[in-house]
């Protein structure tokens, strides 16, 4: 089994930026991929960015593509997602996702944009 433990939302204004981190309970080079989704009130679920467990391969949401970095962040075994000028629509549940044999998931973090 592998627990997924996300942190970092909280309340921003519009334009700012948060540090999401998703803390996994095993090596995040033993997860293949890892991944960020969403969710607003009354909206699906939706992808935000992924990263391969080399590192090598990141994939972005077109909404998140130019002000969104997720990388594998070693020394403290987590997985990140920076997410700059932020948007009032982009607040909602944020959730880690990952692959070993199986999906596993996060309990999310809130992170809600101020306009």
């Known amino acids: 089994q592998v627990q997924l433990v996300e942190s970092g939302g909280g309340l921003v204004q519009a334009g700012g930026s948060l540090r999401l981190s998703c803390a996994p309970s095993?090596?995040?080079?033993?997860?293949?991929?890892v991944t960020w989704f969403r969710q607003a009130p009354g909206k699906q679920r939706e992808f935000v960015a992924s990263?391969?467990?080399?590192?090598?391969?990141?994939r972005y949401a077109e909404f998140a593509r130019g002000r969104t970095v997720i990388l594998r962040n070693v020394p403290n075994n987590t997985v990140d997602l920076e997410m700059h000028n932020l948007k009032p629509e982009d607040s909602g549940v944020y959730s880690c996702?990952?692959?070993?044999?199986?999906?596993?998931w996060g309990q999310g973090t809130q992170v809600t944009v101020s306009s």
């Open positions: 996702h990952a692959f070993r044999v199986k999906n596993y």
């Open positions: 095993t090596s995040i080079l033993t997860l293949d991929p």
């Open positions: 990263i391969t467990g080399g590192g090598g391969t990141q």
